[in-house]
């Protein structure tokens, strides 16, 4: 009798799925141009506070002038991908935090005698509240939440997922103003003065529905992770000892103080620099601005244009100085070789960026993301609903429109022109700018256009010890439970602040 064999079916690598993306959507665009697809609505102009009739149409590149396009923008694109440079940046501030072993003491430090619980639940708190520090978050915590399941002898599958899900899930979520809360709130306001000139949102006007979203989305995420911990296959650690690398000798003492002495005087320079009105300090702000949070974090100010380099120094410092107390750096060879140690092997995660930088690029010059909103924004103005209806409209729009466009200050400078509908209806400006903001933390983490979609994709390969690539539907796939659970939750949190009718923050409510 005839043996049969069986073939292990693989999955389409994420790069090739990229590539079939990009021709894809280049046919796309060319049959909805043939069509003359297109999306008129009145958008408030920024500048002069007025209502401007804006047309969004596709943009067809199954053509010559789209293929010269392509060709022409796709190196640029790659070169300018912020995520690129960003990345390799960061990694080598991580590089020699790890090889010194700086990462692995902290870490054994402060969780060997933690239940796994209480240190995924710390974990994914820090993740959610990380929010504050922007895109920025995911090229840090990301490869951190890696090495610490990994040290903790956990799949560290397990932590990139937890981390993503936790950036994404939570993005929407912060206590105090961020710099992309304050970039929608121009749009907010400005919208609101076409129905009420002299409309007002404090600085504080979401801090109580931020605040239980925090604590009850960090408790969701960190139960689904431990339960998909019991499904996810057996890791093989490279360690053959364990137990000699949980000792926390005298020479790693004294490296971990140096490290801390080191970064507490760095941090300490740092935020100097970053608090108005004392002598000589404020030198990193953005004086031309009004508000604190846009005078840091506005466009041409320091932490902008600075911030990801500021990070990666206090990364190097930390792992130099613990190397030279520990003694596990001894000589400037082996200081510049840990700088290049998380840069091993990178080529796969180049070749990722540069599929992704590509297939975005080429998705953004369709200009198909902008026509759906545009589209969707017309819906909500079109409805004739009022109050609850209206708001779940917008939640369920806010999320349809992330996939496409998943930036929240492009998406919401366009649904933003719903705004005077909303107060119409009965829904005031800042809790329009809620929804939108839990709707597209809904939906942020399930796009390959989401930039950063494609650094949780890269380390689910770093760490994959499977014959088989982690695909893109496999990436997806595990973020579903995530994104599910917490379109429940922020349903429910907008079901019952509409109901029940309480204050959003300080001197903010659901009705205008």
């Known amino acids: ?24 959507t280049i ?19 920024t500048l002069t506070g007025e209502y401007v009739v804006t047309t969004e149409a596709v943009t067809s590149l199954f053509n010559l002038s789209g293929l010269k396009y392509i060709f022409t923008t796709t190196v640029s694109s790659f070169a300018n991908f912020v995520v690129l440079s960003h990345l390799i940046i960061i990694l080598l501030g991580i590089g020699i935090m790890v090889k010194s072993g700086f990462l692995k003491t902290v870490i054994t430090m402060l969780t060997k005698k933690m239940k796994k619980t209480t240190v995924t639940y710390v974990w994914v708190l820090i993740c959610i509240l990380a929010s504050i520090m922007g895109d920025l978050a995911y090229i840090i915590f990301i490869p951190l939440g890696a090495l610490l399941f990994l040290y903790g002898k956990r799949n560290p599958m397990l932590g990139i997922i937890t981390s993503f899900a936790s950036l994404t899930c939570g993005s929407a979520l912060s206590v105090f103003l961020t710099s992309i809360d304050s970039s929608l709130l121009d749009y907010t306001l400005v ?9 007002t949102i404090s600085s504080f006007g979401y801090i109580f529905v931020m605040l239980v979203g925090i604590i009850l989305l960090s408790l969701i995420i960190s139960n689904i992770v431990e339960n998909m911990a019991k499904r996810m296959p057996k890791y093989e650690f490279p360690e053959e000892d364990i137990e000699d690398e949980l000792v926390i000798t005298k020479k790693k003492m004294r490296g971990l103080i140096f490290s801390l002495g080191a970064g507490l005087i760095y941090l300490l320079i740092f935020i100097y620099n970053i608090i108005p009105g004392l002598p000589f300090s404020g030198n990193l702000l953005d004086n031309s601005q009004e508000l604190y949070i846009d005078k840091l974090f506005s466009y041409d100010s320091f932490f902008s ?11 190097v410092l930390l792992g130099l100085f613990y190397g030279i107390g ?58 004739n609903f009022s109050g609850l209806p209206i708001s779940i409209l917008l939640f369920i729009t806010s999320i349809i429109v992330t996939f496409v466009v998943p930036s929240p200050i492009s998406g919401w400078s366009t649904l933003a022109s719903t705004v005077p509908t909303l107060m119409q209806a009965g829904v005031s400006p800042e809790f329009a700018q809620v929804i939108f903001r839990l709707g597209n933390a809904v939906s942020i983490g399930l796009t390959p256009v989401f930039a950063y979609f494609i650094v949780y994709l890269a380390f689910l390969a770093t760490y994959n010890q499977s014959s088989k690539p982690v695909t893109l539907k496999d990436a997806i796939k595990y973020q579903l439970p995530f994104a599910g659970a917490t379109c429940a939750l922020f349903l429910g949190i907008i079901l019952v602040w509409y109901i029940v009718g309480m204050p959003l923050g300080v001197g903010t409510s659901v009705a205008p």
Do not use: W
């Open 1 to 24: 009798m005839k043996k049969h064999r069986t073939k292990e079916r693989i999955g389409l690598h994420p790069v090739m799925m990229l590539l079939v993306l990009c021709f894809v």
């Open 27 to 45: 046919v796309l665009s060319g049959i909805l141009s043939f069509f003359d697809v297109q999306a008129t609505y009145n958008r408030v102009s």
């Open 191 to 199: 919208n609101a003065y076409i129905f009420d000139s002299s409309y």
């Open 305 to 315: 244009q600075g911030f990801v380099f500021v990070v990666a120094v206090l990364f």
């Open 326 to 383: 520990a003694k596990t750096i001894k000589n400037n060879k082996e200081f510049v070789d840990a700088l290049g140690h998380s840069l091993n092997g990178i080529g796969k995660i180049l070749v990722m960026i540069f599929a992704v930088s590509t297939f975005i690029n080429i998705f953004k010059e369709t200009n198909i993301g902008n026509v759906v909103a545009a589209s969707l924004a017309n819906l909500i103005n079109n409805s």
